[in-house]
């Protein structure tokens, strides 16, 4: 449908899952199309990702976006995705077992993001954040305090044993890409929790700031193309959510033990 | 350490996550061996794994188990050990393409997988059910309402695409193992629910007891090797968290709006 070598479908307003995909393309300076943010009068928009998940594709059904097509494959699934363009792209190495451990880092990447959602959708999708705050501020005090420290811990030690620059060593590849995006959905939803926990991550840290400045992100970051964080995507910022930021005003449902006041009316 | 071709490194008293692993092995009847399972005297048990999660295998560190040793090759990640092991197993086509497809297909099952878990633990790994029982409640509502129906009626259109036998059409893979594995263990925690949907789901039960049948599962099945479902795995049965099971009678915070009674203590 369009000249490029790759397109890609993803919703056109917000970071989402599909940044990790387009930081990969953008690094690599790749041929593509972010379909969604086509008009609707072009064939894109999000219209074009609906037909996508109805199938107009072919057989190999997404269960949810991002897709991308390149030629005759269809392939959904972030982690897949990256997997499938490490290597024409040049961001993971050919040999089968480097590629394997580089997608098996990328899914834990992925489960980090999905506990970063669940955050502020702790009870259901299909409701609002406003229908689950008491929820999502139980469920954020844990993430922060125990599931944050763990996935940056476990990065931090495997670039440690990496022994280069990069957490797979000598050459970047598009595990450091998402790890750069993690630190900055972190920092943009929780910068409290990050700025207290940073000097615990210098790897981390090095890592993210290599890769906004390889000169290919540095462009992407400053153009139009990349979509600011908003509270629409997996990454929001919700004062309310940080111990320490302002009481959710609305919603609390215990009695606040800490200095002995009632519940609120909603309790 | 093993003489085995293959060694699995998972928590010796649940099915878990590596059950989808252990599906894998048997059907192919693989020369593996369920090293958390083996007696602590000769190798094995939870201290094995222990060490497995502190690098003892090499640089390639896992995050949690299930962990999969071949030779040189360390593997975690549920969905990226059967992918590793597709090929050998001869549990998935060669092409580059289909094998994309089914690793696709199996990420599906890990977030359907993740939602389970969740519903039994919707504010954190780190508390017990007990402590969480009125936030399961609300999410395993939702789960059952919304997001059952959606994962069982794709993989129920995905299977009516493939037009044959098996996910994939003509030949079993991997990814019916799991598949069967979800329908089993959805059956057990949410008896109810599963008995009222599952005839809108003829395919997947196709396939289910497609694989039930399997002769080399089969005899998996009714083995000892095969850990009984209980409330310390993936699938757990909490009848209290079904709509129409017994109420909680503890831990709930709401007053119960519906016949009038006054909320419990723990509001």
């Known amino acids: 449908m369009f000249e490029a070598a790759y397109e890609l479908y993803y919703w056109p307003e917000i970071q989402g899952r599909g940044e990790f995909v387009r930081l990969a393309l953008e690094e690599a ?3 593509y199309v972010d379909v969604g943010r086509v008009p609707r009068s072009k064939g894109g928009g999000v219209e074009a990702i609906l037909r996508v998940l109805r199938g107009e594709l072919g057989p190999h059904l997404p269960f949810a976006p991002p897709v991308l097509r390149a030629g005759d494959v269809v392939v959904a699934q972030t982690a897949a995705i990256l997997h499938f ?3 024409p792209l040049g961001l993971v190495p050919r040999d089968p077992a480097e590629r394997l451990w580089a997608h098996q880092l990328q899914l834990t990447v992925t489960d980090l993001v999905a506990e970063v959602h669940d955050t502020h959708h702790p009870i259901s999708t299909d409701l609002y954040y406003a229908q689950q705050k008491p929820e999502a501020r139980r469920r954020t005090r844990h993430f922060l305090s125990e599931r944050v420290p763990k996935f940056l811990g476990y990065f931090e030690r495997v670039i440690d044993l990496a ?3 990069w957490v797979l060593g000598k ?6 890409l998402s790890l750069f995006q993690v ?3 972190l920092a943009y939803a929780f910068p409290r929790t990050m700025d207290a926990l940073a000097p615990r991550f210098p790897r981390m840290r090095a890592v993210s700031e290599g890769v906004r400045q390889r000169p290919r992100i540095a462009s992407y970051l400053a153009s139009e193309r990349r979509i600011p964080f908003n509270t ?3 990454f929001r910022h919700y004062p309310e959510l940080e111990p320490g930021g302002p009481a959710a005003r609305r919603g609390r449902r215990r009695p606040a033990r800490r200095n002995g006041k009632p519940a609120s009316s909603q309790a």
């Open 29 to 31: 300076g790749a041929d």
């Open 85 to 87: 363009l490490g290597p």
């Open 163 to 165: 022994g280069g620059r």
């Open 171 to 176: 050459r970047l590849s598009y595990v450091d």
């Open 183 to 185: 630190m900055e959905g």
């Open 232 to 234: 629409e995507g997996v």
